[in-house]
């Protein structure tokens, strides 16, 4: 049972242009959405995360936007460079009440490929 | 600041055997949690270790078991390896309990069972 989606396998970008990385889920308690980058080789690198409160979140070139209605965030990269080349992995997060643990529901990725 | 590192980071192992995983956390946090990635799937929470104690689990068997230690490093065993247990291992300490918090991931473990 995939909780958190990512539709989208794969997408290609002409360097300088907008990337859209999209991420659909299910679970309404989820509070917490993150998105990581992850390169071959290495674990997936925290890059940005929205709060259910909020419905936007800027950081620099990467910009997330939650709508809570739809249960769909998105991931706004401009302008895209060459380095940004990588599996984007959407994450969101509900806190278990009894415990207070926090894991992590994660997509399937999607691999951006940004070309010169 | 150290970051999370995760030895060793490729292991072969027969069928049946068991191995265990480890995981120095980041400098501060006293929260580790482990998750396995199948190829071409997302990381699966496995579990999650506050303060030496198991925290939360995710669906896997009994035979994933895990450790903190005083110092909040951690390991995973994993008994009666399966073909299926072929995967990325990927520690992940955050600082906090019950906080929503950013993970740090370490490089993980890729085991191959065959």
């Known amino acids: 049972d995939q909780q958190v989606k990512q539709n989208s396998p794969s997408l290609s970008v002409q360097e300088g242009r907008i990337s859209i990385l999209n991420c659909d889920y299910t679970?309404?308690?989820?509070?917490?959405f993150l998105w990581y980058k992850k390169y071959p080789a290495e674990g997936p690198t925290f890059l940005i995360s929205?709060?259910?409160?909020?419905d936007k979140n800027e950081d620099g070139r990467f910009t997330v936007f939650l709508n809570k209605s739809a249960k769909h965030l998105s991931l706004h990269i401009v302008p895209s460079q060459p380095g940004d080349s990588a599996v984007y992995f959407c994450a969101a997060s509900t806190r278990l009440v009894q415990t207070g643990a926090n894991n992590l529901f994660f997509g399937t990725g999607t691999r951006l490929t940004v070309i010169p | 600041e150290t970051g999370v590192t995760q030895s060793p980071t490729h292991l072969i192992k027969t069928r049946g055997q068991q191995v265990t995983l480890r995981c120095s956390s980041q400098s501060g946090h006293n929260t580790v949690s482990w998750y396995q990635q199948a190829l071409g799937q997302g990381p699966q929470f496995i579990f999650q270790y506050y303060r030496e104690e198991e925290n939360g689990r995710g669906n896997f068997p009994p035979r994933f078991s895990g450790l903190q230690f005083p110092n909040y490093s951690s390991e995973l065993n994993v008994n009666a390896l399966e073909l299926d247990d072929s995967a990325l291992y990927l520690c992940a300490s955050s600082s906090g309990q019950g906080t929503n918090t950013e993970a740090f991931f370490g490089q993980g473990t890729r085991l191959t069972v065959v």
């Open positions: 679970n309404s308690m989820f509070d917490y």
């Open positions: 929205i709060s259910s409160i909020k």
